[in-house]
Antibody
Framework: QITLKESGPTLVKPTQTLTLTCTFSGFSLSTSGVGVGWIRQPPGKALEWLALIYWNDDKRYSPSLKSRLTITKDTSKNQVVLTMTNMDPVDTATYYC???????????WGQGTLVTVSS | QSALTQPASVSGSPGQSITISCTGT?????????VSWYQQHPGKAPKLMIY???NRPSGVPDRFSGSKSGNTASLTISGLQAEDEADYYCSSYTSSSTVVFGGGTKLTVL
């Protein structure tokens, strides 16, 4: 059974750096083809794909946010970490991590974590 | 990359069929058979309903079907049920090796 869970701060101040951790079970991020991605959703708005890391440490980022994002993995801990710098109130959203068997779609999602950016 | 274009809302009565469109470009929807559809109920995480244009994951009712023509993909739900009322999002792999989502469609079952 594949499960994922996001953790991190619920409130960050503008200009601060956000660090979110995705802790997963039921699969290995060393299995060929597998990836873990991050997707966010501002309140009442659409999903936005942020980043994805593959089993071989290949990384992909949203072009519009690439300069602010870093995604890493710790295979031994079954964790993926996303950092986003220079947070702004418009970054207020629910952040999801999700499992991808091939990098093209997400079959398993975490419950999401709401991050509010406010001073 | 620009978000894929979906209608803001669609509606239908129980038992009827509805179709949601998802329009992109030749750099995403039109260029790859990696279109997915997600269902999201309020306060819940999205659920994968269709992948690779027309494939259903295990457990998804066969009332849900997907197709693609050119730069536009479509999700069809037949035999509408009350529990189908939700937001639906399409996504596509892109020529930049990233993924882009659509703006979402709110389905109302009348």
């Amino acid at each position: 059974q594949i499960t994922l869970k996001e953790s991190g701060p619920t409130l960050v101040k503008p200009t601060q750096t956000l660090t979110l951790t995705c802790t997963f079970s039921g699969f290995s991020l060393s299995t060929s083809g597998v990836g873990v991605g991050w997707i966010r959703q501002p309140p009442g708005k659409a999903l936005e794909w942020l980043a994805l890391i593959y089993w071989n440490d290949d990384k992909r980022y949203s072009p519009s946010l690439k300069s602010r994002l870093t995604i890493t993995k710790d295979t031994s801990k079954n964790q993926v970490v996303l950092t986003m710098t220079n947070m702004d109130p418009v970054d207020t959203a629910t952040y999801y991590c999700a499992h991808s068997k091939d990098g093209y779609n997400f079959g398993y999602w975490g419950q999401g974590t709401l991050v509010t950016v406010s001073s | 990359q620009s978000a894929l274009t979906q209608p803001a809302s669609v509606s239908g009565s129980p038992g009827q069929s509805i179709t949601i469109s998802c329009t992109g470009t030749s750099s995403d929807v039109g260029g790859y058979n990696y279109v997915s559809w997600y269902q999201q109920h309020p306060g819940k995480a999205p659920k994968l309903m269709i992948y690779e244009v027309s494939n259903r994951p295990s457990g998804v009712p066969d009332r849900f079907s997907g197709s693609k023509s050119g730069n536009t993909a479509s999700l069809t739900i037949s035999g509408l049920q009350a529990e189908d009322e939700a937001d639906y999002y399409c996504s596509s792999y892109t020529s930049s090796s990233t993924v882009v989502f659509g703006g979402g469609t709110k389905l109302t079952v009348l």
